[in-house]
Structure formats: structure tokens, C-alpha cells
């Protein structure tokens, strides 16, 4: 893995030198995991003229979930606690001749920007952008391995829930066990806060889990995602308990199955991204659910739960191969509950068999 970081460093490089800033100041900690293996807490990345750095606040802890270091870069803490890495990078830049230094202003504050400022009054402060976004959203083969090794880990938790007896247990403690499910599985961690929704908190997006208790009839949906070696995928399902589903539940689950699948069938190299949004949005909008819906289809996936590309109706940009996205068209109708199906895949081309699947538990509306 260490010529992989070696060669992301050296992209980004390239793009700052072509900014005429040759040393840049990596501070999101999803854009320093990518660039130097791992992300200690406090943790900055310096692109230095002579060398690049980790800088770490505090002595480094053996936590395998945060990764590791590249062996190739050389960590540098801080002699004394309590001191800002960035602050403390801004100043070896300085040291090392630079006269320029690109910094993530989105991810700065303003004190910590004006304090890089103070300590290196002599270099000019650029902003870097998303140029470290832009470099991420299309992923290695290995970065898709971890995608799918934790996809595979959120649909065994998810199996094992739904054979379990669920009338009578509240949300908060079926997400409770599922994110338990997960690390007994091998999953870092959640990928981000499980949600269960009952009746008619169903189809909710983003839906946080209550003391509502499960009852017969209702409408269950399950929205959650494994992170597997820092990377984080995300699987949604919808499920009736107990008894046959109502015409009225069936009616909505096949509408969201449909839009869903029409989303799917979109990904591919050189699709818009609005392409996608608005194949699945068709089906919701012609059967009159226009008002209500969610403000994007799917989003990139990676280091972190929502990264770019955006499926949504004003995203500018074309898919490309080998970007992993979901799919996540839901409905909700006050007062009665609603639908969410939400899947990772990776984009492939049609060569490569479309759009590559990783979230496998089925679609099918199940009676639990």
C-alpha cells in the first residue's frame, strides 16, 4: 500500500504545483486517511518541498480501525501536549523554503486559518479546494474490496435481525443490535447512526430511532452501513411484520421498487448525474408523490458516508467507472409510514458485467 499513498501524494502534488503552490496542508481527516494510511486524532498532512509529514499532536496509538501510517512517511509529534498540528505543519513548511502553502479552507476554521497565518507570516496562503475529494471519488480495487467486504458484513447483520422476533422490541433497541451485529461481524464500526423506523415513522430519511415497539402490520425499514478498514457502505430495506401486506403497502413497495430499480439502471461511465436522479425520481413524481421526496437519489460512498458525486437534480458532472454510489429513492406518508430501498454498487461498465451490486439482501416485500 505504501507506492498507492505514494502516488496519491504525488497527484495531489501535481495539482497544487500547477496552482503555483508547491507545499500543501492537509487537515480533513478523511483526506488525510487517504493520503497517509491513517488519521490520528488532531492529525494533519503536510506535502512539504523536501519531505512530507504526518504531524501528530500526541504520541501515535496502536488502533488498527484508524489504520496505519505509510511506512514511507515520517511521523512528527509535537514535543509538547495541547499544540495545533496544523499551526505546528504551517511552521515546518516555512523551514523548508516554501513561500506558498495550499490549506483546505473548508475544513479550517477561521481562528485555526488566521493562526497558520500568524506563525508563517512569509508564505502565502492558498486554498486547496476539494481538490483531495475529487482525487477520491473514483476507488482502487482494493478500496472497492473493503466497500464489499463491509457490505457483506451489513447484510449478514441484517439476516440474522430478521430471523429473530422483532413484535414488541423498540427501535432504539433494534439498532442498538444490529450496530452490536455488526462488530461481532468484523465491521470497524457502524458506518453511521443505524436507523429503524415502525409504523408510521417508516420511510423516514435519516429517521432516528424511538421507544416505539413494533406491532403487528406495520411497515419496518432499516437503514444501516459497516465500516470495514475505514471504509463505509450503506444498506436500506423495507419489511411488513406479522401478517400479509395491506394492497396500500404493497402498492407503495412496488412504486419505490421500480424507482429505485430505474436509478440502478442508469449507472454507468458518462451518465449525468441528474440522469440518475431523474429516472428514479419518474416514477415517484408520475405516481404524485412530486412533494415530499428526499433531495437527492444517492450519493458517493467511501472514507466517508456522503461523499461527492450527488445524485441529485441539479449535480453537475458524468459518472465514471469504478465510483461507488447508492441508490435510495424513499417515500413517506405523514401519519401511515412509507418505503425507503437503499443499495451500494460500484459503476462499471457494461463490459464488465453494469452496474457491480454489493448490498445483496433481497428486495422482495417479506411478511417478518
Same mark, same amino acid.
Given at each position: 500500500?505504501?507506492?498507492?499513498? *505514494?502516488?496519491? !501524494?504525488?497527484?495531489?502534488?501535481?495539482?497544487?504545483?500547477?496552482?503555483?503552490?508547491?507545499?500543501?496542508?492537509i487537515s480533513?481527516?478523511?483526506? =488525510?486517511?487517504?493520503?497517509?494510511?491513517?488519521?490520528?486524532?488532531?492529525?494533519?498532512?503536510?506535502?512539504?518541498?523536501?519531505?512530507?509529514?504526518?504531524?501528530?499532536? +500526541?504520541?501515535?496509538?496502536?488502533?488498527?480501525?484508524?489504520?496505519?501510517?505509510?511506512?514511507?512517511?515520517?511521523?512528527?509529534?509535537?514535543?509538547?501536549?495541547?499544540?495545533?498540528?496544523?499551526?505546528?505543519?504551517?511552521?515546518?513548511?516555512?523551514?523548508?523554503?516554501?513561500?506558498?502553502?495550499?490549506? %483546505? @479552507?473548508?475544513?479550517?476554521?477561521?481562528?485555526?486559518?488566521?493562526? =497558520?497565518?500568524?506563525?508563517?507570516?512569509?508564505?502565502?496562503?492558498?486554498?486547496?479546494?476539494?481538490?483531495? @475529494?475529487?482525487? !477520491?471519488?473514483?476507488?482502487?480495487?482494493?478500496?472497492?474490496?473493503?466497500?464489499?467486504?463491509?457490505?457483506?458484513?451489513?447484510?449478514?447483520?441484517?439476516?440474522?435481525?430478521?430471523?429473530?422476533?422483532?413484535?414488541?422490541?423498540?427501535?432504539?433497541?433494534?439498532?442498538?443490535?444490529?450496530?452490536? !451485529?455488526?462488530?461481532?461481524?468484523? *465491521?470497524?464500526?457502524?458506518?453511521? *447512526?443505524?436507523?429503524?423506523?415502525?409504523?408510521?415513522?417508516?420511510?423516514?430519511?435519516?429517521?432516528?430511532?424511538?421507544? $416505539?415497539?413494533?406491532?403487528?402490520?406495520?411497515?419496518?425499514?432499516?437503514?444501516?452501513?459497516?465500516?470495514?478498514?475505514?471504509?463505509?457502505?450503506?444498506?436500506?430495506?423495507?419489511?411488513?411484520?406479522?401478517?400479509?401486506?395491506?394492497?396500500?403497502?404493497?402498492?407503495?413497495?412496488?412504486?419505490?421498487f421500480a424507482?429505485? $430499480?430505474?436509478?440502478?439502471?442508469?449507472?454507468?461511465?458518462?451518465?449525468?448525474?441528474?440522469?440518475?436522479?431523474?429516472?428514479?425520481?419518474?416514477?415517484?413524481?408520475?405516481?404524485?408523490?412530486?412533494?415530499?421526496?428526499?433531495?437527492?437519489?444517492?450519493?458517493?460512498?467511501?472514507l466517508e458516508?456522503?461523499?461527492?458525486?450527488?445524485?441529485?437534480?441539479? *449535480?453537475?458532472?458524468?459518472?465514471?467507472?469504478? =465510483?461507488?454510489?447508492?441508490? %435510495?429513492?424513499?417515500?413517506?406518508?405523514?401519519?401511515?409510514?412509507?418505503?425507503?430501498?437503499?443499495?451500494?454498487?460500484?459503476?462499471?461498465?457494461?463490459?464488465? +458485467?453494469?452496474?457491480?451490486?454489493?448490498?445483496?439482501?433481497?428486495? @422482495?416485500?417479506?411478511?417478518?
Amino acid at each position: 500500500m505504501s507506492e498507492v499513498y *505514494a502516488t496519491r !501524494r504525488t497527484r495531489l502534488r501535481e495539482r497544487c504545483q500547477a496552482g503555483g503552490s508547491p507545499s500543501a496542508l492537509i487537515s480533513r481527516p478523511a483526506n =488525510v486517511r487517504y493520503l497517509a494510511g491513517a488519521a490520528p486524532q488532531g492529525a494533519v498532512l503536510l506535502l512539504g518541498r523536501r519531505e512530507d509529514l504526518l504531524v501528530c499532536p +500526541g504520541p501515535l496509538e496502536d488502533r488498527p480501525a484508524e489504520g496505519r501510517p505509510d511506512d514511507a512517511l515520517r511521523v512528527h509529534v509535537l514535543p509538547a501536549p495541547g499544540g495545533d498540528a496544523a499551526v505546528a505543519a504551517a511552521d515546518l513548511a516555512q523551514e523548508q523554503g516554501a513561500d506558498a502553502l495550499a490549506v %483546505e @479552507e473548508h475544513h479550517l476554521t477561521v481562528s485555526r486559518h488566521r493562526a =497558520v497565518a500568524s506563525v508563517a507570516p512569509r508564505l502565502r496562503l492558498a486554498d486547496l479546494g476539494g481538490a483531495v @475529494e475529487q482525487l !477520491r471519488v473514483v476507488k482502487d480495487e482494493e478500496e472497492i474490496s473493503c466497500l464489499r467486504i463491509g457490505a457483506e458484513i451489513a447484510d449478514q447483520a441484517l439476516g440474522e435481525l430478521l430471523e429473530s422476533i422483532l413484535v414488541g422490541r423498540t427501535e432504539r433497541h433494534l439498532a442498538l443490535e444490529l450496530e452490536r !451485529r455488526l462488530v461481532d461481524h468484523g *465491521a470497524d464500526g457502524p458506518a453511521f *447512526a443505524t436507523s429503524v423506523a415502525t409504523g408510521p415513522n417508516s420511510g423516514r430519511r435519516g429517521h432516528r430511532p424511538t421507544d $416505539r415497539r413494533v406491532e403487528e402490520g406495520d411497515f419496518l425499514s432499516v437503514c444501516l452501513g459497516a465500516t470495514y478498514r475505514g471504509y463505509r457502505c450503506e444498506i436500506g430495506r423495507t419489511f411488513v411484520i406479522g401478517t400479509s401486506p395491506a394492497d396500500w403497502q404493497i402498492e407503495l413497495y412496488d412504486l419505490v421498487f421500480a424507482a429505485q $430499480r430505474a436509478g440502478r439502471e442508469m449507472l454507468a461511465p458518462g451518465a449525468a448525474y441528474r440522469d440518475v436522479d431523474r429516472a428514479a425520481r419518474q416514477a415517484l413524481d408520475s405516481a404524485g408523490y412530486a412533494q415530499g421526496l428526499p433531495p437527492l437519489t444517492g450519493h458517493g460512498v467511501g472514507l466517508e458516508i456522503d461523499e461527492d458525486p450527488q445524485l441529485a437534480p441539479s *449535480a453537475m458532472g458524468k459518472l465514471d467507472a469504478c =465510483v461507488p454510489v447508492t441508490v %435510495e429513492p424513499g417515500v413517506h406518508l405523514p401519519g401511515r409510514g412509507g418505503v425507503r430501498i437503499d443499495d451500494t454498487l460500484v459503476v462499471r461498465p457494461e463490459a464488465d +458485467g453494469g452496474p457491480e451490486l454489493l448490498t445483496i439482501t433481497t428486495k @422482495e416485500l417479506l411478511a417478518l
